[in-house]
């Protein structure tokens, strides 16, 4: 069964660096998503990704973040300068259309210091 | 602002036996809802998708109803094996999913 894969499954940096969470959707789903999951917390949505441009993002998505869909295959979520309480779980979703079910990755797991 | 709450919080129950899992959420102008399962260290793996103008799903021991008016929904699992335990989540929206906190399941062989 196609699945999506997400790269690294685990990353450390430090306080003030950039890092980028790399991932592959399912390859015929038109919509992409990132989410996250602070240890004990719920899973919280960040953005959405649609037809190469955001659909929508939430108030934790703010200038720090981006998003990118370099070559067609791969969906990428840069944080820019990375602070502790961005430390959290993140995940890639994909879907093939905008009401079907997401499917998701098994996690970056992000730790900054 | 839609709040999603699942109870309880953690379940341990003898393998055979069925039980429900609950979700509640306080905007009953939903699209979709979608059960999922999350093993430890994992990602989320969907297990049923309800949409809005739909009453139940299922799949296999897996059963999942909605009630828009009440803003409830259950998942049921017949007959559950050990393979079963594992936080369930529930979530509403289309794209942009609002989750519930989980239920930690365990199934005691």
């Known amino acids: 069964e196609p699945e999506v894969t997400q790269t690294p499954s685990h990353q450390v940096t430090q306080m003030g660096q950039e890092v980028i969470l790399r991932c592959v959707p399912i390859?015929?789903?038109?919509?992409f998503y990132w989410y996250r999951q602070i240890l004990g917390q719920k899973v919280e949505f960040l953005v959405s990704?649609?037809?190469?441009?955001?659909?929508?993002k939430s108030e934790i998505f703010d200038d720090q973040f981006s998003v990118e869909r370099p070559d067609g295959s791969n969906f990428t979520l840069k944080i820019r300068s990375t602070k502790l309480e961005d430390s959290a779980m993140y995940f890639c979703?994909?879907?093939?259309?905008?009401?079907?079910?997401?499917?998701f990755g098994n996690g970056t797991r992000l730790t900054v210091t | 602002k839609q709040e999603v709450t699942q109870i309880p919080a953690a379940l341990s129950v003898p393998e055979g036996e069925n039980l429900v899992l609950n979700c509640s959420f306080t905007?009953?102008?939903?699209?979709?809802l979608q059960w999922f399962r999350q093993d430890p260290g994992k990602g989320l793996t969907s297990l049923l998708l309800?949409?809005?103008?739909?009453r139940e799903q299922t799949s296999g021991r897996l059963n999942a109803s909605l009630d828009k008016s009440s803003g409830r929904s259950t998942l049921y699992i017949a007959a559950s094996q050990p393979g079963d335990s594992a936080t369930y989540l529930c979530?509403?929206?289309?794209?942009?999913?609002?989750f519930g906190q989980g239920t930690r399941l365990t199934i005691n062989p």
């Open positions: 390859s015929n789903h038109l919509y």
């Open positions: 905007d009953s102008a939903i699209y979709n």
């Open positions: 990704f649609y037809n190469n441009e955001i659909s929508e």
């Open positions: 979703a994909s879907s093939d259309f905008g009401n079907s079910p997401l499917h």
């Open positions: 309800i949409q809005s103008s739909q």
């Open positions: 979530a509403v929206g289309a794209q942009k999913l609002v």
